[in-house]
């Protein structure tokens, strides 16, 4: 059974950081891309960041440059480093494994609040 969790998510201050983690289970990690997608009140959800099974990155133009992707194929998780959060940063973060159609699993969110 696949299960994709993410943690780390809270109530920060404006110009504050936040480390977002996504642990994945029940897939081989290693061959997946993982993403950060989120979406805010009233809002369609939105490609954050990207790190393929290769280590290549690519970020939101609004994010890059503050927001950092990563992963740990030994421990199965990725994560979100997101610093100097705005306001405008305040959404639901998802977790997504995506190695093709069939196998495309996602996370249930992480509340994300920003404070001015």
């Known amino acids: 059974q696949v299960q994709i969790v993410e943690s780390g998510g809270g109530l920060v201050q404006s110009g504050g950081s936040l480390r977002l983690s996504c642990a994945a289970s029940g897939i081989i990690f290693s061959t997946y891309a993982m993403g950060w997608y989120r979406q805010a009140l009233g809002k369609q959800r939105e490609l954050v960041a990207l790190?393929?099974?290769?280590?290549?990155?690519n970020y939101a133009d609004s994010v890059k440059g503050r927001f950092t992707i990563s992963r740990d194929n030994g421990k199965n998780t990725a994560y979100l480093q997101m610093n100097n959060l705005k306001p405008g940063n305040t959404a639901v973060y998802y977790c997504n494994a995506f190695f093709n159609r069939r196998y495309d699993h996602w996370g249930r969110g992480t509340q994300v609040t920003v404070s001015s």
């Open positions: 790190i393929t099974s290769g280590d290549i990155t």
